[in-house]
């Protein structure tokens, strides 16, 4: 059973994630399952690519992109579903070029919540 406390967060992470997509910026996810490989970004346009952080730590590098069957099953694992945003779908392909992120490594939010 789940804490108020937990909730709570919960609540406010799918929040995070939907402003973040609103802005037009890609929503980080860590997986247990590829941790190892690297991270998740997914796109405001509903794409999903797996990332890694490069040699020098500064900047990131696409590994792949996933198919829409991996993407529903990260979104299930996740416990997450694609927002309706109107203003997202006159622009599906919108996506923001990772070079052109602004302060990185503090802009992208993240999920990485485990509860026991």
């Known amino acids: ?20 997509f609103e802005k037009g910026f890609p929503f980080m996810i860590h997986d247990q399952e590829i941790a190892g490989e690297g991270f998740i970004l997914e796109y405001p346009a509903g794409t999903m690519k797996l990332m890694k952080l ?12 996933f198919n829409s069957t991996e993407i529903d099953q990260i979104r299930k694992r996740h416990n997450l579903s694609f927002p309706n945003i109107p203003e997202l779908s ?25 509860f026991s």
Not at 54 to 65: G, P
Not at 90 to 114: A, C, G, V, Y
């Open 1 to 20: 059973m789940r804490t108020k406390l937990e909730i709570r967060l919960d609540e406010g992470i799918r929040k995070l994630r939907l402003e973040t």
């Open 90 to 114: 006159l622009h599906p392909d919108r996506m923001m070029p990772i070079k052109n992120l602004p302060l990185l490594k503090s802009s992208i939010p993240t999920i990485n919540i485990s």
């Open 54 to 65: 490069a040699a020098n730590n500064q900047d990131i590098v696409e590994i792949r992109s």
